[in-house]
């Protein structure tokens, strides 16, 4: 749509219009051709527009500046009018208008027009009307091109950028602050807003201090950040800064300066607010150290494992249960703690385990540092991550090894008792205390009552025993007293026969119920021997005793007649006197020889015969005593064959008869001087010693000792191993030396003497009781031996 410049332009334009205006600069601003070349050269086009007319000289470069050739472009107003953005025309025209009705000192617009390509380029178009007629109506406007698209796509892209830029700061999750020299703050985000709970306008203009909470803080925050950020560098801290409402807020401050080396255009803070994630942080890490604690603490060793099933922790229980530290556990598997079969069995656990996720429990074994192994109970549950996903394994494990061999131990007691109790061939049988019923009874009782063992099981104890409840109890207080563990009773079997048994009964427990485990022993045959040995014994008793009394009074009464014999012999030859000659001498002499030799024997057979014939209550015997009394009777034969005769200090007080312990001594030691070797002298020595039978004695000598075959016949009655006329004797002497010793409780034998310095000779050996310790003189007095005749 064309204008009609004069028609509008002079129905617009003011009337007031300043008159001086027009012409002083219409005549200034004439383009002369030297102008023209300026402006060219600074590469904008001119145009010189006659209002009247419409006709326009548009120079080249306004051409050219929209792509046309010169002279391309036709020469009128129309062309420039079909060529303005028709979005920018109501701006063109109004902008000219203005200038035309006076209210502008010059026209200047900024519109697009179409080049010749139809691109559309953004011009700086500016002019002034250089003539007016005397009407005040333009009549010659002159102005210049000048393409600025350039510039305005630089402002359309920068206005995009700082929108973006706004956007940005806007919806930042952080606060941005932009604060200049002063650290007075020139700009912030919406975040600053919510970081410090204060709208904006509250924020722009004031000092930074306000969001430091604390004076020495914004001064030391001052102080050390903005010789950095200064010299171009990053300052990036955490520190307490304060929020409107007085909280102290903990922030990230990353500052910067907008351009380095530039202070003046101001630094840049970005600041972020970190308490929560801080306090969160410092949650997690107490709640680490927390579970820390919570775990070393826990008694149960306890492990975790990752899903690939390496350890990646472990409690303090666990180290000191596996004996090594947790550091060297971190990446091994279960292979490397349990038997390749147990591991297989417990990663196909664990996979299922991170399968399903149901807590688990499961007993298998491992091995501890030492080598060990070990069962134990695994208690297992998956932990998962945030969203659910497994992270790993946690277990528990109690060391059940105690248990198990408890559990083992007791399985093989129980297979040991049935063994025991079903396989012996002794008979047992299990009885309920209470009812009397037998509960079981083993093979070996079936066979001996003659029941089958289903019937054997119903009967009760009282169907066998044949003694009657008051004979039993006698016998239970019998047994009580005698500290008997056994019982005697009279059991009868299914065929009727009554069987003498000795019952050994013990408390046992089957399954929490008392029964009593009885051991029956059949000893009818025993008793039955027994009764027979007790007959024989009692026959023996009585005529050993008749044998005796019978020895006693027939050697007492033998040495009558022999002193008869003797006394007539004395006499005849008295009253033979001379007559008897030498033949009839020898004669009497043989005879008084045999009486006397006969009486002698028979003295010693009187002796031996008394040997716990009529024996004293025994009291302690001081043997050293003994010993004393049997040298005072030796004394002569001692003298005679110049024997040495030692008797040890040490000797014992033993319980006996103190005769016949002096006896004892008598007849070895005189022996011993008797059975001396013709080339030395005779050395005796009696020492004692403990044994365990109680006291060893021993009667040593240097003599012509005894041959080992004749070591025991020694101790035979009426047994020598000498003729008379080489050693004197009856042969007696041992013999009772024997019942003697027999009498204590004791033994006597020869021994083969040890090679000392004592050259050959014979060793008697002989133990005595040892007198009990804390026995009362009383008690000490032991009656052995009192019943006998
Ligand atoms: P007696 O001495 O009266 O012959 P004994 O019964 O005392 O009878 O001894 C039996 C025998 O044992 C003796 O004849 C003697 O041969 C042998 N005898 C006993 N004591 C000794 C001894 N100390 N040394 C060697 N022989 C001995």
Redesign the pocket.
């Known amino acids: 749509m064309a204008i009609t410049y004069p028609v509008r332009f002079r129905s617009c334009a003011p009337q007031t219009r300043p008159l001086r205006f027009k012409s002083r600069s219409a005549r200034r601003r004439l383009p002369t051709p030297h102008l023209q070349l300026v402006i060219d050269a600074v590469g904008d086009g001119l145009w010189d527009w006659n209002v009247q007319t419409g006709a326009v000289w548009f120079s080249p470069r306004w051409q050219t500046m929209l792509g046309f050739e010169p002279g391309e472009v036709e020469p009128h107003v129309r062309f420039w009018e079909t060529r303005v953005h028709p979005g920018d025309w109501a701006k063109v025209q109004a902008a000219v208008q203005a200038h035309f009705d006076g209210l502008t000192p010059a026209y200047e617009c900024e519109h697009r027009v179409r080049a010749k390509n139809g691109d559309w380029l953004w011009m700086l178009d500016r002019g002034r009307v250089v003539a007016w007629d005397k009407a005040g109506k333009p009549l010659r406007m002159i102005g210049t091109h000048t393409d600025i698209t350039a510039r305005k796509q630089a402002e359309a892209e920068l206005r995009e950028s700082r929108l973006q830029l706004n956007a940005i700061l806007d919806n930042a999750p952080v606060g941005v602050v932009l604060v200049d020299d002063d650290r007075r703050i020139l700009r912030a985000n919406e975040a600053i807003a919510k970081i410090f709970l204060c709208p904006l306008e509250g924020l722009i203009g004031a000092s930074s201090r306000l969001i430091y909470g604390d004076d020495a803080i914004y001064e030391d925050i001052g102080r050390r950040a903005y010789p950095v950020l200064e010299a171009g560098g990053i300052f990036d801290e955490e520190t307490m800064m304060r929020r409107s409402d007085g909280a102290d807020i903990r922030c990230r401050l990353i500052g910067r300066s907008v351009r380095s080396g530039d202070p003046a255009l101001g630094f840049i803070w970005v600041i972020e607010d970190v308490t929560v994630r801080r306090r969160a942080e410092q949650a997690l890490s107490d709640r680490a150290g927390f579970q820390r604690v919570l775990l070393d603490t826990a008694p149960v060793p306890i492990f975790v494992q990752d899903v690939l099933g390496h350890y990646v922790d472990a409690n303090s229980a666990f180290e000191r249960w596996m004996g090594l530290d947790r550091q060297s556990l971190f990446g091994k598997t279960v292979f490397d703690l349990a038997p390749p079969d147990l591991a297989t069995i417990d990663e196909a656990a664990d996979r299922a385990l991170l399968a399903d996720q149901q807590p688990q429990s499961y007993e298998t074994q491992l091995r501890c540092a030492d080598g060990t192994l070990r069962d134990v109970l695994f208690s297992k549950a998956v932990y998962c991550r945030v969203g659910g996903k497994p992270a790993g394994i946690v277990g528990a494990l109690m060391d059940i090894s105690e248990r198990k061999h408890a559990e083992q131990a007791l399985l093989e007691r129980q297979q040991l008792f049935e063994q025991i109790f079903v396989s012996s061939c002794a008979i047992k049988l299990l009885v309920d205390p209470e009812s009397g019923r037998i509960v079981d009874a083993n093979p070996a009782a079936a066979a001996f009552y003659g029941y089958p063992l289903d019937r054997l099981r119903d009967l009760r104890i009282s169907d066998i025993n044949t003694l009657s409840e008051q004979e039993i109890a006698q016998e239970m207080r019998n047994a009580k007293t005698e500290r008997r563990k056994h019982f005697q009773f009279r059991h009868r079997l299914a065929s009727g026969v009554v069987r003498d048994v000795e019952v050994y009964s013990s408390k046992v427990v089957v399954h929490g119920r008392l029964l009593l485990l009885s051991l029956v022993h059949d000893i009818t045959e025993r008793c039955r021997a027994e009764e027979g040995l007790q007959r024989k014994t009692r026959e023996l008793e009585r005529s050993n005793a008749e044998l005796e009394a019978f020895a006693y009074v027939a050697s007492h009464d033998l040495r009558q007649p022999l002193r008869v014999i003797n006394s007539y012999l004395t006499l005849l030859e008295r009253s033979l006197g001379d007559d008897l000659d030498a033949e009839a001498k020898e004669c009497v002499d043989f005879a008084r020889d045999g009486a006397q030799r006969m009486d002698r024997l028979i003295v010693d057979l009187l002796e031996y015969s008394r040997v716990g014939r009529k024996a004293k209550a025994f009291r302690p015997v001081d043997l050293s005593e003994a010993a004393d009394l049997a040298l005072l009777n030796l004394e002569v034969a001692i003298q005679d064959a110049g024997a040495r005769v030692t008797v040890a200090g040490d000797l014992p007080t033993v319980a006996g008869d103190d005769n016949e312990l002096m006896r004892l001594f008598q007849?070895l030691i005189g022996?011993?001087v008797?059975?001396r070797a013709p080339d030395r002298a005779p050395v005796v020595r009696v020492t004692a010693a403990p044994h365990p039978e109680g006291w060893r004695i021993e009667v040593r000598?240097n003599?012509?000792?005894?041959s080992f075959d004749d070591r025991e016949r020694?101790f035979g009655i009426f047994?020598?191993?000498?003729r008379r006329d080489e050693?004197e004797?009856?042969?007696?002497?041992?013999?009772v030396c024997k019942k003697i010793v027999e009498h204590h409780g004791g033994r006597i034998w020869v021994e083969e003497p040890p090679k000392d310095d004592l050259p050959g000779g014979?060793l008697f050996c002989l133990t005595l009781p040892a007198l009990t310790m804390g026995q009362s003189p009383q008690e000490r007095s032991v009656v052995r031996g009192a019943d006998r005749p």
């Open positions: 007849n022996n011993a008797k059975y000598d003599g012509i000792g005894i020694v047994q020598r191993l000498h050693y004797g009856t042969g007696v002497g041992l013999a014979s």
